[in-house]
């Protein structure tokens, strides 16, 4: 033990091979431009937050793949699942710093960039994939696939993304186990549509009483409605829900979205708060996710106006059609659609309320 070396703060965080990693190729071509060095630190910040992220992503993964998942992993999950929200915002904010640096400054180096671009960024797809992201919902460019872009040596990991369960999935399964959806004397779905049938009733009565309506208000008035009434059968059909997944636009199977309707309605029973708040967590990342994809595509306009992008895209306007398309957890969005009012929700019975305890087993 006396020879043992102490730990030095260098050595610890390989301080040696971190600082030395910034090349600057416009002085690689004799043209230094200061803003460069800038330009890089900032790439290489995402790229560290980008390895915590799926750091964190990996450990929600392995807690939903257990065959029980019980409360203190669900409130673990909503902890790691905060931390990468918390990071989020940090990189979108990180984008005010890149914008010290001017158009014109950027000029002085762009050219020697060519063709590397963030497109090429392994860890963002990974992040994607694990996320959930489904390969037919990415816009692709030059009908190239997104993974001709990524390096040799880096394409096994973006495979195996692809191929692991991603948090999509494992959110659905674990849904579709809930126990909370049928118990003795009171079937949630059953109860939900006698109270969707009621209130929808008296919808139509309050239209069709309003005061002071002229014909043509009441008939518009009514179609919207009757548009309301259809959403909802829809809605409580599993044969038409399965129809929408089938034409791609809904991905949530029906079981699972039921199950995730019940956590929202119900969040105010204390066995729902932990569901609630991963649903609710998995919004706020995709929600910040587009935010950021925004605010680059934003940034891009700036920095290079209607120029093509260093990997060959149309910039910009490529950048906001992903922030568009990229969604992952928009069925969950979807579902307020569907809320209705704490008052007219079927009241649980008193046994079901003292037996509302969850614990999934596979
Ligand atoms: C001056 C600053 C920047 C400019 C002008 C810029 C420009 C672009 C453009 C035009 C694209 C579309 C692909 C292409 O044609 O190249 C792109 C994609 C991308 N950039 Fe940037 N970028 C900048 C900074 C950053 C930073 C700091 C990051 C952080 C990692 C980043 C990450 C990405 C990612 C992940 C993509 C792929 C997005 C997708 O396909 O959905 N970019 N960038």
Redesign the pocket.
Known sequence: MKNKKLLNYSDYLQLNKLLESQSLMSDKNGQKAHDEML?II??QT??LW?KQIIHELDLVGHLFSQKTIDESKVSNAVLKLNRIIEIQKI?ID??RV?ET?TAMD?LEF?DYLFPS???Q?SQ?RII?NRLGLHQRDR?S?MNKN?KDAIKDDEKDLVNTSESVKSIFDLLERWLERTPFLSFEGFDFWEKYSESVTTLLKEEENLIRNRPNQSGEELEFNLKSHKNTVSSFQAFLSSEKHEELINKGEKRLSHKATKAALLIFLYRDEPILHSPFNLLSKLMDIDELFTNW?QR?AT??HR??GGK?????????K??RS??QK?KIFSDLSDLSTFFIKRSALPKLPKNIKNSLGYYHQS
């Open positions: 330009f900032i790439h995402y790229e980008f990189l990180q984008i890149l640096m950027f762009r671009s963030g497109f960024s963002f994607e816009l460019y997104y994809r680059h940034m891009v920095m290079i093509i992008g260093t990997g060959g895209s149309s910039g910009h490529y950048l992903a922030a990229h």
